[in-house]
């Protein structure tokens, strides 16, 4: 894919490309069950705000390094160590106000870091297995599918360290999976869940057969390939218009539909599309 | 039903009174697997503002003709020769944004015809069977109850012909379905899924056992006909309700109902239903 | 449990507190199916908001005394005596917009008692068995997490005695259950649903095995002395948090999140959550 | 201006084109001071729904025939023989519930008619001279400009004949004059107001000198002339944009604008307009 | 007035009714100007309730006792020895967390209290004179309606003790006042400002000629008298219609205007009203 | 203010701290009377994301460099030759699907430097002067408090060079001034408007007496001196509470508005802004 703008260098996110137009992305501390550490999160933005203008990118697998875990969560011993909860010297110093503000500046940085996944314009799908506790949790729900291998556990982790989960979860997950009552008891209970209980009640939408990664990833494959071949122009439109939708009302969805495919209707991919489906030939898109 | 303010006149939507007070509305274009045209959604607006306010009407079913299909969905063909989607040497002339002006414009009209379905103040069940492409999905998620045949083929098409839906399936199916990832899933991949899938994701909420059209309209006729029995007053009052709290917040919810039943409570529904329960006789209530 | 703030008085809502900082609360008038009158839903109001503020409560269970029902819903006999909707000489004389400023004054009341048990700050469980009609559902929905026994019997009751349902259920209901189709269904229709299916659409999250009231009560305290034996600070903030961001957009609640959490990581329990998972000993926390 | 799709046949509300691409509305009973009654609003929705695509229209004054009014608001006496309003042997039999619903269904249909004022894609700008009473108001705050000769007399009138403004005003004049306190004194107490006092808070942004109706038409002629003058894309892009982020969050404004003017930057009128700038020619601009 | 609901008791909350139909409350500590202690703001919460409901009540005049302020705002000296904001012993043992909970409840509680005035159904005039500083502007901003007297003195005093104001100014005066650039000037700066600004700004709608309290409790009285005259149906529907549109989209308001009318619209008020205009004689209306 | 963390490298934002706390941006482009190219508008984000949390920025002052203007606007030559809305051949090969794409990326990239601004947490005065044109009223209505000078003329000047206001104006301006007859007139028209005017309205809040920009740049350093001077805690808070109530409801402001308080009251400031008021000493606040 030599016509790729080049991509920002990162140490813990592994950017490869297995198949055309198909960016796979890996969260790449097995060691520490990728456990994330500041510097890791901070890794976010530049490649997601790269995958979401590259041509040559059309869908994109997001999964953990190593045969342990999506993620363990967030490296609390690091955080505990470097961090705005650490006992710091110089903190302690501040007032209730002034502690308060520098936590809430380091919170909204944490949150946008996380948030640029969601913010990305390609379909994002994850795979996922082994553990996904913590902020796995809060990274996996800004990715718009959920699969995962069927030895998978989760945990809304948070309140088992003493707070309420700040990165995401709790605003993302109400909106993803509907069924009230359980929202409440995994937040609440912080307790583990497995992959069939996910699947049941909405929060993925596959599992594997087999266990292990390989078969989740080799799924993720199987569904970026066959989106990555659709008109990139129908894809993301449909991905920009269910986000804007979704906690608006039909009439604000419906209007903003109106404008954005007035623009987007002026493509050559439906010809190519339909003319494709007459000949059956696979359809060649422009890039976008 | 004598006392029926006339209908309007209607080519490709069929109505019939099966049952006093249930309205039968059939998709009526089987040779094309009921494939839509202009013409034929300009019809629903007429004619689903008057069952609106008909007082012969408590309960509508919504079916497709024939035995193949709900509706196969747009009719591209014709959509490809008499549309803003079609090549058309007078479009040539405009710039990009006269284009997307008309374009607008087209798709304003286009979704207001199919909005006019949800606006009816009547119960809609939409009785589903065999395919339900593209526009069929856009219809359905307007309808207040889907079920559907065993052997049902639904798909968000639209991707599959280079475009992001635009009718309404956007905004409307994460109100009703709500697993995040699958609705993401079927609306990126245009993948088809069947019957026993949209009951387990509460995209349907009854599916029928043996297969075939006839199993499915029974069905809704029963529950149109239980629905259809009860105070109009009561009925109505909790669609509209429904629909006005759904995606606003508890608290405007509330109030709205406070309001709304502040005149309903003044009928003389309530003590009919009450006394028909002692009495065990069936209630009969007053036009609505 | 000494150091208990005096509970408010109720005659009809018994308050017990089987374990440490567990409360039990029940509906208390089991030789009516603990059927509701004024003076009964009037009670909530004092009793949840003690509960909300008393630091020796973490986690709160609501059942129904007898073995036949959490609740039938309202005493339709008594309202129809001595309430806004029996025929009342000194109602005739009003106006029609007199009779409704009436009416909504009286349900703006009834709705701010049944509310109060959703501004509870501290987690809800709601131990559902035998009927569960009417109002039941309404408070039901209040709660944080439901769950029954095998046996309930559920019904969105109201339109069967000529009105909508007007104290919650249709402002909750959508947001708790992620199927549109099976929403409208069951508020349309009034049909009653057992612990099965309230357990495939989401409406409860767990379902006992075996019947009867005493399996799900044991089960709503184990999940209570769980939820009771983690920090207040993140369970309460857990709760604040979904509860606030559940129908707003995911910009607002990761902001309300931050300056939430700015304050709350200021105390003492994520040490104390952090030590005492080294030192595998049950962390103890201050009061809240 | 021969190219004109023709427009609806209008009885009381009289179009003419006093210059190129400018219309001027003119509310035609002035034997009655142009007071409305239902065939007149009636004629609202065909008409601006036709001006709202004409390509030939860039411009629309709204005005009231004759030397006394804009419009002394709605006919009172006409009000009072034969509406809903009127006491009427047939509603006498319909409970509190079904009279409610009746009435509801009018209002709805009322205020349809005066907002597809508000919808029309093009400017508008109302000169108002003489009483501009009760519906008066209400057409008036659907237009984007107002201007007012020096003798016009307003009135939030409704609650002098014994209701709450219904049609509008209250929801739109909070929207267009943020003075809180003036808006709920001149509804609260139905006082007239003079022109002085309407530019002083804002609700006019012009006011004749020398009073009478001559004047304020001028001067709305000179403000159609010059907006009729520009880009139309430019204009009516303007317009809809202001429209929608007028009470949404800044956020969804600026998305909104982005996407709108992603396709409407494809126009050739910026060309246009910059070269007619460089060489002090009047630009022309394509139809729209 | 012999029919009146007996009043709560109040010691610091004068009610009287100096004319039918008119209450006139005095905030009522003149020996300290008016400043507020808590058992003082938690008299609102039981007298306007309970005014909200008087039947014998129309308009409300709120002013403040002795010649020299509305009110000075919050006893300093008061809250900084018996206050969550005095340096308290048993809460030095509070973590940052508990005494944020403590803190937020006590915020929310005293909120609630202003917050009350606001809910209150019946119109509301402030008569302000003299000092009207920080609480005073949280005070007034809830009425309907502001006047004052030339020799006002007002300030947003909150940030001169070093915190942000919290009991409603930052939250409603930007919705009553037009000017942004103003509101953020006078909040930020803590600066005073006179009757002559205020009106200009649109923050009172009337100020006297001549100075002192007298000149405007006398006009207070006048328009409270001119609008207990009214429709009580039509002048509380008005207020009501006003409060919910305020900040919600016109189409909601449209929406909530036509459901609270056709309730409202069943009154004799209209014909009583109408009929008065005919006979030129003062209408009488039944109470509400 | 050696303490300062080193600002970013500007070459046409000049920063300078006239006096203690108060920071100076200037737009320094005089030769092109501040016209904007991207390089320019680019420096916005980095910048003001410093000033927002330097804790030796209390109040900035945002002004133009040289007499004649604040900013002539976009730099409509530089934008024609080197940028999306330029004649470029590559472009040419784009459908325009694909050009709406690049179109809504590069507003989405602008919107996001001006909008960065209006994120900086510290107060932003715009002291203005001389040509206020275009891009200079969205920069101004994304600060806090806008004055002129006497001889300011302003216009929203986008629809004469063809397009819509997209950079913010057009979703800010109906929130700063509430007109809406004056806004749309503005914005449709493009017309000129003077500092009396725009005092008028109450887009600005002060007027200078004498013209010229020394004026101007006095009095905002006087107010900056001011705001400077006061708790920052209070002053940062204020803002923070406004801008978050500005367009949400009043219970969501006034709740935001309680957790936000239950940290920041935790400072130390609100003693110290008592004791100098009693002791009559200037306060001395730690820094924030």
């Not at 996944?117 to 379909?123: L, T, Y």
């Not at 599918?145 to 982790?157: E, G, L, N, Y």
């Not at 990165?167 to 409440?184: E, H, M």
Request: hydrophobic letters at 40%; glycine letters at 6%.
């Amino acid at each position: 894919m030599a016509d790729h703008p080049a991509p920002p260098p990162c140490k813990y996110l592994n950017l490869t490309y297995p198949l055309p137009f198909v960016a796979h992305v890996e969260i790449n501390r097995p060691e520490k069950m990728n456990a994330f550490k500041q510097e890791m999160w901070q890794e976010f933005p530049p490649l997601f705000s790269h995958l979401s203008t590259s041509p040559s990118t059309r869908a994109i697998i997001l999964s953990g390094a190593g045969p342990k875990a999506f993620t363990a969560g967030l490296d609390v011993q690091e955080a505990s160590q470097d961090s705005p909860l650490s006992p710091n010297p110089s903190h302690s110093a501040l007032d209730g106000a002034r502690t308060a503000t520098t936590l809430r500046r380091h919170i909204d940085a944490f949150q946008a870091c996380i948030t640029s996944i969601e913010k990305c314009e390609k379909p994002i799908v994850a795979a996922i297995h082994g553990w996904c506790l913590g902020l796995g949790i809060d990274i996996s729900v800004c990715c718009d599918v959920r699969i995962c291998a069927k030895d998978t556990r989760f945990s809304v982790k948070e309140v088992d360290i003493g707070l309420a989960a700040d990165i995401g979860t709790l605003s993302r997950l109400p909106k993803v999976v509907r069924s009230g009552s359980w929202v409440k008891d995994v937040c609440l209970s912080a307790r583990l869940f497995g992959a069939e209980e996910a699947e049941k009640v909405g929060f993925v939408s596959w599992v594997g057969s087999i266990g292990g990664k390989e078969e989740v990833v080799k799924e993720a494959l199987r569904w970026a390939e066959l989106v990555a071949g659709k008109s990139p122009v129908a894809v993301q439109g449909t991905k920009e218009i269910l986000n804007w939708s979704w906690n608006r009302s039909v009439e604000d969805g419906l209007r903003y539909t109106g404008v954005w495919n007035s623009a987007m209707l002026q493509s050559e991919d439906t010809k190519e599309a339909m003319m494709s489906g007459i000949s059956k030939k696979k359809p060649k898109f422009a890039k976008l």
